[in-house]
């Protein structure tokens, strides 16, 4: 897709043009409304991309193992640490952003093999365009809903799958239901591992759902956040995750996440369990 010139006010489509490739300031029309590209002032080669007025991705462009969002790099470090032994590493993003995970991933990993889901299929071409992802197979974007296309892989098929997707503030609830974890459960390996970015207030009862839903359908849970969140001070996000194989058995991972500029906490599956317990688990309606 070429680049588009940004909209302005009263024009009803940003046009075409065939440019140079590379992000260019500015706001521009979407499938689902409008995304914002603006560069980061504090990093001459780090971009911001909003969609609908939400921020949703940082890149840098010179460094794709840079992770400016905190939950993004709490997720990276819990990934690194259940692949202590390295081996295949084949990614489902559900949600792409500006696909900084996936940068992260096919930098780190050079094997991987990626699959990320975008629902607005304007959006993944500008994407693709502006920030140089890796070509497929080591990174493809897919447009389409998240969990039709999870309920279309074959079992057994992915090692990690990463759920970030927002309308607005919030997870589409068809995303956060048991019904769906279990998909996602079918699609990993044996040792695959579920990880779920949950945005929630500070009564954390969202993030308390969530838990207790992933809780039931893997064996094993951990949760990663900062204390003032997990303590109920604000509002942020909660990642939390699932496996068949035991979490946080990694003594380097929580030295990690103290280490990062919001320093951050990991919850084994005991203690989950705990901030879960009486929590409604989600269901599909």
Same mark, same amino acid.
């Given at each position: 897709m070429g680049r588009q010139r940004p909209a302005r006010p009263g024009d009803p489509k940003a046009?075409?043009?065939?440019?140079?490739?590379?992000?260019? !300031?500015? $706001?521009? #029309?979407?499938?689902t409304g409008t995304c914002e590209v603006e560069p980061d002032p504090f990093n001459p080669n780090g971009w911001i991309l909003k969609v609908n007025g939400v921020p949703s991705s940082h890149i840098d462009l010179s460094d794709p193992l840079r992770l400016d969002f905190e939950y993004m790099r709490w997720i990276a470090a819990l990934v690194e640490s259940q692949r202590r032994d390295g081996g295949? *590493?084949?990614?489902?993003? *559900?949600?792409g952003g500006a696909?900084?995970?996936? &940068?992260?991933? !096919? =930098?780190?990993?050079?094997?991987a093999r990626q699959v990320v889901v975008e629902l607005d299929g304007r959006l993944a071409g500008l994407v693709r365009d502006w920030f140089d992802l890796p070509r497929a197979p080591l990174v493809r974007i897919r447009v389409g809903e998240a969990r039709e296309v999870?309920?279309? *892989? $074959? =079992?057994?098929?992915? #090692?990690?799958?990463?759920?970030?997707?927002?309308?607005?503030?919030k997870t589409p609830r068809p995303l956060t239901t048991l019904e769906f974890t279990q998909h996602a459960k079918r699609v990993l390996s044996e040792n695959g591992l579920y990880l779920v970015n949950c945005? @929630?207030?500070?009564? *954390? !009862?969202?993030? &308390?759902?969530? =838990?207790? $839903?992933?809780?039931? !359908?893997?064996?094993?849970?951990?949760?990663?956040? #900062?204390?003032?969140?997990?303590?109920g001070r604000r509002y942020g996000n909660v990642i939390i995750a699932g496996s068949e194989t035991?979490? @946080?058995?990694?003594?380097?991972?929580?030295?990690?996440?103290?280490?990062?500029?919001?320093?951050?906490?990991?919850? #084994?599956?005991?203690?989950? &369990?705990k901030f879960?317990?009486?929590?409604q688990v989600l269901h599909d309606q």
């Open positions: 046009q075409p043009d065939q440019g140079d490739s590379g992000p260019v !300031a500015g $706001t521009y #029309d979407i499938d295949p *590493l084949r990614a489902l993003h *559900l949600g696909c900084s995970l996936a &940068r992260y991933f !096919a =930098a780190s990993v050079p094997e999870t309920e279309s *892989l $074959t =079992a057994g098929s992915r #090692d990690l799958i990463i759920r970030d997707v927002f309308a607005g503030s945005g @929630d207030s500070p009564d *954390l !009862a969202g993030a &308390r759902r969530e =838990a207790a $839903t992933i809780g039931e !359908a893997f064996t094993y849970t951990a949760v990663i956040a #900062d204390p003032a969140m997990l303590k035991p979490l @946080d058995q990694d003594p380097g991972l929580a030295r990690v996440l103290l280490g990062g500029g919001v320093p951050a906490q990991v919850w #084994d599956d005991a203690r989950v &369990r879960s317990n009486g929590a």
